[in-house]
């Protein structure tokens, strides 16, 4: 499976932004995609999982302000940031596993992508 993320870029405090994840190489549609995030000097952090029935996940700290979504058709994820803040800079990567479980653990998901850089300034 080969992902490609695109969509990063900077904007300030309060906006939003939208990252898309392509994915090619086998069925999209049975596989869990998620969006991990690394900031400088942190671990990589859960951010979003979703299914392939559309039934997603959050990590605690984007709750109520980030959406993922689907498109099986297109073989792409999305994930929509509102509500942006600064503590939100982070590369963001997209990664995708087989099975039920939307896990949060980065070290379950079997294929990355490259990453995309999110700044959001203050």
């Known amino acids: 499976v080969q992902l490609q993320a695109y969509g990063g870029g900077l904007v300030q405090a309060g906006g939003s932004l939208r990252l898309s994840c392509a994915a090619s190489?086998?069925?999209?549609?049975?596989?869990?995609m998620a969006w991990f995030r690394q900031a400088p000097g942190k671990e990589r952090e859960f951010v979003a999982g979703?299914?392939?029935?559309?039934?997603?996940t959050y990590g605690d700290s984007v709750k109520g302000r980030f959406t993922i979504s689907r498109d099986n058709a297109k073989n792409t994820v999305y994930l929509q940031m509102s509500s942006l803040k600064p503590e939100d800079t982070a590369v963001y990567y997209c990664?995708?596993?087989?099975?039920?479980?939307?896990?949060?653990?980065?070290?379950?998901?079997?294929?990355w992508g490259q990453g995309t850089l999110v700044t959001v300034s203050s």
């Open positions: 990664a995708t596993k087989t099975g039920y479980m939307i896990a949060t653990m980065a070290r379950n998901y079997s294929y």
């Open positions: 190489g086998q069925t999209f549609s049975t596989y869990i």
């Open positions: 979703i299914r392939w029935s559309g039934d997603s």
